[in-house]
Nanobody, 119 residues
Framework: QVQLQESGGGSVQAGGSLRLSCVAPRNILSTFSGSDMEWYRQAPGKERELVASITTNGDTNYADSVKGRFIISRYNAKKTAYLQMNNLKPEDTAVYYC??????????WGQGTQVTVSS
């Protein structure tokens, strides 16, 4: 049973933008709004790394490598988290994963979406 569904990945040239979406269709609204949401990425041959996070209160945190370029947000009424990625660089190429940390300590992962940035 799919808990998180990601979309929005694709191929883009350096300097371009993409917006990733992560929807939790099986969540009731209170479950989603009570969850911290995160975006991770994993490049070939590298470990999965945390890119951005947003708490239930809307507080955000970013990896140094994406600060000033990526924006994480959430729309609780749509049970969706977003990652707006601007000024993309080839080193941003990776599979991006949505991660949910629920209030009851349950964690869910999305299936991943590929982002490819060409120079």
């Amino acid at each position: 049973q799919v808990q998180l569904q990601e979309s929005g990945g694709g191929s883009v040239q350096a300097g371009g933008s993409l917006r990733l979406s992560c929807v939790a269709p099986r969540n009731i609204l209170s479950t989603f709004s009570g969850s911290d949401m995160e975006w991770y990425r994993q490049a070939p041959g590298k470990e999965r790394e945390l890119v951005a996070s947003i708490t239930t209160n809307g507080d955000t945190n970013y990896a140094d490598s994406v600060k000033g370029r990526f924006i994480i947000s959430r729309y609780n009424a749509k049970k969706t988290a977003y990652l707006q990625m601007n000024n993309l660089k080839p080193e941003d190429t990776a599979v991006y994963y949505c991660h949910q940390r629920r209030w009851d300590s349950v964690e869910n992962w999305g299936q991943g979406t590929q982002v490819t940035v060409s120079s």
